[in-house]
Every structure is written in structure tokens, then in C-alpha cells.
């Protein structure tokens, strides 16, 4: 594509952040309502043990209180993902034209990743949840992801979280079963975030241009190996532990229940159609989503 069609893209996500934006510090958005006492933190069926001999042992009382911190995890992860984004790109962008209509977009894109962080922060707190420690191997890749991935591994990975939070939070938003400001931030987070998709969908596209095989072979081993990670570290023993769940039944649980792997798969769809379109879908890259779930 030249480069005055990318720009006319990037002046376009630009105007729709002036149409379309929120003020998520509002105190307005993570206010509780009457009732929300008794709802869940998100729509049950995306808790991995939902439909399991243990979920259908649990009251309704225990299985809110699971929802409200499977969410935080998930949340978390969430917060996690737009830390490291920001991070790899304005690395990247550090001495780029601050003129450039996608530099100006991507200036846009951090200010509103820094408050849908503030927001799924203050959101957790309201719900009476708290965020849990990550694994250090998660931390590790986070370090590689900051400081080498490039160019289209780096949109890739970032896009791969994206397109798994816009599907689940969908439902949350939707949901009368949702605590209020879980609600009201899903909502929030999915109309912007859909932007920062389209930005990265295009920047993908752009940096794939003329590159050989051979960096498109290893782009796509390590954006599934990247999106890997991302889905195992949304189910966190730490969460199960803290509400007094024998890990390994809740691991057995959750490995033997096909509702959790299709819902996994539902989230990846749209990602996973887009890496095919964009030939970033091999065989080794299919083995690693399948042993994710998301395949």
C-alpha cells in the first residue's frame, strides 16, 4: 500500500478518537449499582472451570466470588499487555517523525492504553477483587518482548491480546449477570480498543511488505509462541489457592473441560483468520494454538 493510503488510514483512526472517546477516569464508570453485591465479576461462561463437576459443587455465592477473581486475573493480564505495548513501541518510535500521522496515532493509542489501565484498575478495586502475582517465566518473555521484538512480532503479539479481550468483553458488557463497572469498562474498552486493532492490523500488513520466507517463518513461530503464553497466564493457581481450591482439582478440572477450549477458541477466531489471510499461519504455528486451545 503507499504511503499516502496508510496515512489517510491513520488520519482516519485519528478522527474516530476525537468522535469516539471516553472519559474512563470518571468516577461514573466504576460506580457500583444496586444488586451488584450478588453478580459476577464476568459472564460465568468464560470462567474456566464453568460446566465442571466443581463449578456445579459450588453455590452461587462461591462461583461470584470465583468470577470476581478470575476477572482481576484476567484484567491483569489485560494491564499487563498494554505496560509492554507502550513500552516496544515507543522504543521503536523514539526517534521517529513526531509529524507522522501513524506516530501521532500511536501518541493517541498510549494515552489511551495508560487510562483502560487506570480504569480495570480502579474497576477491580470496586468489585472488592485484587490482582495476583505472574509467573516469572511471564515475566521474562515480557522483558524480551520490551526490549527485541520487532516490527510486525511486536503488532502481532499486542493484537493477539486485543483480539482475545474484545470477544470475551462483548459478553461482559452485555451481560445483566456483570458487576456494574466490569460492565461499563468492557464497554468502554472494546469501542476504543477497536482503533488500536485496526492500528495494528495495518502496521502488520505494512511491515510485511517484501520480507522474505524466512522472517515471516519465524515472525509466526514466535507471535503463536508469544499468544501461547498470553492464554496460559489467564488461569493463574494463585487465584485458585487464594480461594481455598486444591490446584490440582481445579487443574483437572479445567483440562478435561471442552467448554473452557471451545470458548478459547471463540476468543482466538478472529485472530487466527487474520494471521491465515496474512500468510502468518504455518503448520508449527497450528500445533502451538492447538496445544493453547485456541485452535
Request: proline fraction near 3%.
Amino acid at each position: 500500500m503507499a504511503a499516502s493510503e496508510s496515512d489517510a488510514i491513520f488520519e482516519t483512526l485519528l478522527e474516530s478518537a476525537k468522535r469516539l472517546s471516553f472519559d474512563s477516569r470518571s468516577p461514573l464508570v466504576y460506580q457500583p449499582e444496586p444488586g451488584d453485591g450478588s453478580r459476577h465479576g464476568m459472564t460465568p461462561e468464560w470462567s474456566p472451570l464453568f460446566g465442571t463437576p466443581l463449578w456445579e459443587g459450588m453455590s452461587e455465592e462461591e462461583r461470584v466470588r470465583l468470577t470476581r477473581s478470575e476477572v482481576a486475573q484476567f484484567l491483569g493480564i489485560g494491564i499487563w499487555l498494554e505496560v509492554g505495548l507502550q513500552v516496544a513501541l515507543l522504543r521503536a518510535s523514539h526517534s521517529a517523525d513526531p509529524g507522522r500521522s501513524d506516530i501521532k496515532f500511536l501518541f493517541n493509542e498510549c494515552a489511551d492504553e495508560n487510562l483502560h489501565s487506570l480504569m480495570f484498575a480502579n474497576a477491580i478495586e470496586s468489585i472488592g477483587s485484587r490482582f495476583y502475582p505472574r509467573d516469572r517465566m511471564l515475566d521474562f518473555f515480557g522483558w524480551l518482548f520490551r526490549h527485541i521484538a520487532w516490527d510486525e512480532v511486536a503488532y502481532g503479539i499486542v493484537l493477539a491480546g486485543e483480539e482475545i479481550f474484545d470477544v470475551m468483553q462483548r459478553d461482559w458488557m452485555n451481560s445483566d449477570d456483570v458487576a456494574a463497572p466490569i460492565r461499563r469498562s468492557a464497554y468502554i474498552h472494546v469501542v476504543e480498543e477497536s482503533r488500536h486493532m485496526a492500528f495494528a492490523r495495518r502496521k502488520i500488513r505494512d511491515r510485511l511488505v517484501g520480507r522474505s520466507r524466512f522472517r515471516r517463518f519465524v515472525s509466526t513461530i514466535i507471535i503463536a509462541a508469544g499468544m501461547h503464553l498470553i492464554a496460559r497466564s489467564l488461569i493463574n493457581r494463585r487465584v485458585y489457592e487464594d480461594l481455598g481450591l486444591d490446584w490440582n482439582v481445579v487443574k483437572a478440572n479445567i483440562d478435561g473441560n471442552e467448554h473452557h477450549r471451545m470458548m478459547f477458541r471463540r476468543a482466538a477466531e478472529p485472530f487466527v483468520e487474520f494471521l491465515s489471510r496474512e500468510g502468518l499461519l504455518n503448520s508449527g504455528a497450528r500445533w502451538i494454538y492447538r496445544k493453547s486451545n485456541l485452535l
